[in-house]
């Protein structure tokens, strides 16, 4: 590494086998805005599903010879999430457009800058939810 040059490893393996379970969640999620006004009430689960990703990606490195950095788990983890945010907005997008037509029409309700938002929101969960969890399985937060 050169100095005052960042890099960092991007976990193409683990990101693939550890994103099925979350996009698929985040998909199921978004969908429940087929069911109008509540929901919106459940896709507060999205910070849940957003946060599995980033633990769920963990769990996946933790079982690898080589340890990673915490840099490395939080950023592939922002990864993951912002492409759980994504999936979630889109079929949001798609979802609330069908349950709310007759009112005001595609994107008029949720549009492009909401799905870039999710995605933001996505990326901030995982990456929080795979440091957090990576250093306290690490030992780098001690509990007692």
């Known amino acids: 590494m050169q100095s ?3 890099q960092f490893k991007l976990d193409k393996t683990n990101l693939i086998k550890a994103g099925t379970i979350p996009v698929i969640a985040a998909a199921i999620g978004g969908a429940l805005w087929l069911l109008g006004p509540l929901g919106g009430i459940v896709g507060i689960l999205f910070w ?3 946060a599995f990703a980033g633990y ?5 490195v933790l079982k690898e010879p ?3 950095t915490i840099v490395d788990v939080a950023i592939n983890g ?11 907005g889109i079929v ?3 979802a609330i457009s069908i349950a709310f037509r007759g009112l005001l029409g595609l994107g008029a309700v949720y549009g492009i800058g909401d799905v870039l938002g999710d995605l933001l929101r996505g990326a901030i969960g995982g990456a929080i939810a795979a440091a957090g969890w990576y250093a ?3 030992g ?3 509990t007692n």
């Open 56 to 60: 769920w990606y963990v769990n996946l």
């Open 48 to 50: 849940v599903v957003a």
């Open 78 to 88: 922002a990864i993951l999430g912002a492409v759980v945010g994504l999936v979630y």
């Open 4 to 6: 005052g040059q960042f």
């Open 92 to 94: 949001s997008m798609i």
């Open 140 to 142: 780098m937060i001690k």
């Open 66 to 68: 080589v340890k990673p």
């Open 136 to 138: 306290y399985k690490t």
